[in-house]
């Protein structure tokens, strides 16, 4: 507890004004659409924010800038580097968006093995900075673990979740292309993008060598022609920017500040506080139900208490498992819902490792108009149908071709000569990543620190997360398949490339708090409320049993929207 002030229990302008319906925790991805689905079912929600308060428009202050408005040019000068071994490796680390993103010493954690730790606290979180692809899972997906035995069942089917793919996805805007995959199923799409003429060529070259492998346009959440839902939420169609990161005026893509907290707001149901730390969920022992949530203000340090009937815990994967971990009482004193002692284990992520770049001949009489916010990729084709490999699960595959820059760079001449060679587009390139799918485990696990506290009092989430051999064999594949069908497809000098980077640079962590059918196996029902503690739900990716190929996100959007639905019902039956 972090000083006196936590010891008893502060109810600010008294109980009644602290209580409401619902609060969310967490105000990125998930924890916007479970705003905005409660707020839409009439509950007076409270979303609790850790981080500072971002509205659409008014806080983006480098949406419009231009590379030389930046006094690096958007490098990041050595010394925050340096300061910042951590947030430093993320691609989308610049000087127009270190605003949304949380400095290493802002938030410590503990290592005992490498992960780097990649999180953004304001309202909006990280749909601010996600990469937008949205893919559906395939069957496949949901019945992987069950059939070959590396997780538990998922409690849950492909059928069961559709419908609330396609709610999300109608509300988001998903560009896509309807391509008929079974591995990757279609959904409710806005226009695709179109690939460039290297990459339309690779996708013929590559789907007509193999029969079980199909490229198509990437999917993602831009609105290339708005909707008119979309417009309701005064978003405009997406301009091609791809300064998307730096938070987009035009609301072209799908962010829970263009989206939906707005949403949520016109109904009059949200109360949004920002710059509140969660310190734990308060659980009632003789109501046997979570009664409320235990905040510390981010500035003076000040505790809260808020209360509700329901509570959605979005706060992202790894600290959700802390808030929960942190959430002790006579009951549960291992973490709320804690009885099986699994919670914070078996997290996995995914593997980015595997990269390769080619050239390619011809095409110099071929460009390419603005700038698509998506490429190619590949669904998984590695052990789909049934175990056939000698590693379980596989990859998907992102790809994308563009023109280099001019070759001025490899001339003598500076001034006019060399800025007249740098204005002519070089040859064409190809750049190709893999994301596999990485094997939950039992060893795999956060836990927080008996010796180590952060500055609000709360103890820090110590991350233990490894390759094993599963991932390693995996990598190995992908660079022999790649580099074999980048050589089929016509292209040259192929580099691959081993990043070795640690777990968690994807920032695609999932589990600590999974879902199953049976709770001496996992923390989760169906619906994504705790066994143990059913006012409580979990719908971000810590709740995720396995975490397939595809990106994550669109199934913690849908996953969220139905467990919203689920517990309204309840609350209306008076089970909750």
Not at 273 to 288: C, G, L, N, T, W
Not at 440 to 449: A, Q
Request: hydrophobic share 35%.
């Amino acid at each position: 507890m972090p000083g006196d002030s936590t010891k008893v229990n502060i109810h600010a302008g008294g109980a009644a004004k602290n209580t409401f319906d619902a609060i969310v925790i967490g105000s990125g991805i998930s924890g916007g659409w479970a705003a905005k689905e409660l707020c839409e079912k009439g509950l007076k929600t409270l979303v609790l924010e850790r981080g500072k308060d971002v509205m659409h428009l008014r806080d983006y202050p480098t949406a419009t800038k231009d590379p030389w408005d930046f006094t690096h040019r958007l490098k990041m000068p050595l010394k925050i580097e340096k300061e910042n071994p951590v947030v430093a490796k993320c691609y989308a680390f610049s000087e127009a968006t270190e605003h949304f993103f949380v400095k290493d010493k802002q938030h410590p954690y503990v290592q005992e093995k490498p992960f780097d730790w990649i999180r953004g606290y304001q309202v909006g979180g990280k749909s601010l900075l996600w990469a937008r692809a949205t893919q559906r899972w395939s069957k496949y997906d949901f019945e992987g673990p069950g059939r070959d035995g590396f997780a538990v069942e998922w409690p849950i089917t492909y059928d069961e979740l559709a419908p609330w793919y396609s709610h999300v996805e109608r509300f988001a805007g998903i560009s896509g292309n309807m391509d008929g995959l079974d591995t990757l199923p279609d959904g409710e799409f806005l226009p695709p993008w179109e690939l460039n003429s290297v990459e339309k060529e690779l996708q013929q070259k590559i789907n007509s060598n193999y029969k079980d492998r199909n490229v198509i346009i990437g999917r993602c959440a831009h609105l290339t022609k708005p909707n008119q839902i979309h417009l309701d939420q005064g978003r405009q169609q997406c301009q091609g920017r791809t300064m998307c990161d730096r938070g987009c005026p035009f609301g072209g893509y799908f962010s829970s500040n263009a989206s939906t907290l707005p949403w949520a707001a016109k109904t009059g149901n949200l109360t949004l506080r920002p710059d509140s730390v969660v310190h734990s969920i308060i659980y009632d022992e003789q109501k046997q139900k979570a009664t409320g949530v235990r905040v510390i203000d981010a500035h003076t340090k000040v505790a809260t208490e808020y209360f509700a009937k329901i509570i959605f815990v979005n706060a992202a994967t790894l600290n959700s498992n802390l808030i929960l971990l942190n959430s002790t009482s006579s009951r549960f004193p291992n973490g709320l819902g804690n009885d099986s002692g699994l919670l914070g284990k078996y997290v996995a992520f995914h593997n980015y490792r595997g990269t390769m770049m080619a050239d390619v001949d011809g095409h110099l009489d071929q460009y390419y108009y603005g700038r698509k916010p998506t490429g190619a990729m590949m669904p998984n084709f590695r052990n789909v149908h049934k175990q056939e490999m000698d590693f379980l699960r596989g990859y998907m595959v992102h790809f994308s071709a563009g023109r280099r820059t001019g070759d001025g760079s490899n001339k003598d001449d500076i001034g006019a000569g060399f800025k007249d060679a740098m204005s002519e587009p070089g040859g064409w390139g190809v750049f190709m990543m893999m994301q596999g799918e990485t094997i939950p485990k039992e060893s795999n696990h956060l836990r927080l620190s008996k010796d180590e506290k952060d500055e609000w009092g709360i103890p820090q989430l110590v991350t233990s997360v490894v390759y094993d051999d599963n991932d390693e064999k995996l990598l190995k594949d992908f660079l022999q398949q790649g580099q074999e069908m980048l050589t089929k497809a016509g292209c040259k000098n192929i580099r691959i490339n081993d990043s070795k980077q640690a777990p968690g640079l994807d920032i695609h962590e999932m589990g600590g708090v999974r879902m199953g059918k049976d709770p001496a196996t996992s923390l989760l029902d169906k619906h994504n409320a705790l066994h143990h503690c059913k006012n409580v739900f979990v719908t971000d990716g810590a709740s995720m049993v396995s975490t397939g190929t595809q990106n994550p996100s669109l199934t913690f959007m849908a996953l969220t929207a139905r467990a919203a639905s689920y517990a309204m019902e309840e609350l209306k039956k008076g089970n909750l």
